[in-house]
């Protein structure tokens, strides 16, 4: 049985940081590249960051650069992110995701961590 299980959501002042995790099972974890999500209500869902089944690639939306960093531990099958000098603009319900990088492409969502930034 898959499981994606986001952890770490929770209420932070403007300025402050947070990280989440992302504990996975059920799939073969280093043949997947994994993702973070986000969706603000009345919002379409956007990519936040992404990482390569290595770790050796990453790449970031604008919005976050330079503040969110993505990273995984394959040894644990668990992806994060660290959000630093969050904005309320960040808000939002955070997703994990991954997607099978060689194979049938097989994509799994977990249930999403909420995150609020409010002084």
């Known amino acids: 049985q898959v499981q994606l299980v986001e952890s770490g959501g929770d209420l932070v002042q403007p300025g402050g940081s947070l990280r989440l995790s992302c504990a996975t099972s059920g799939f073969t974890f280093s043949s997947y590249a994994m993702s973070w999500h986000r969706q603000a209500p009345g919002k379409e869902r956007e990519l936040v960051a992404a990482?390569?089944?290595?770790?050796?690639?990453?790449n970031y939306a604008d919005s976050v650069k330079g503040r969110f960093t993505i990273s995984r531990d394959n040894a644990k099958n668990t992806v994060y992110l660290q959000m630093n000098s969050l904005k309320p603009e960040d808000t939002a319900t955070y997703y994990c995701n991954a997607q099978q990088v060689v194979g049938v492409g097989a994509n799994y969502w977990g249930q999403g961590t909420q995150v609020t930034v409010s002084s």
């Open positions: 990482i390569s089944t290595t770790g050796g690639s990453t």
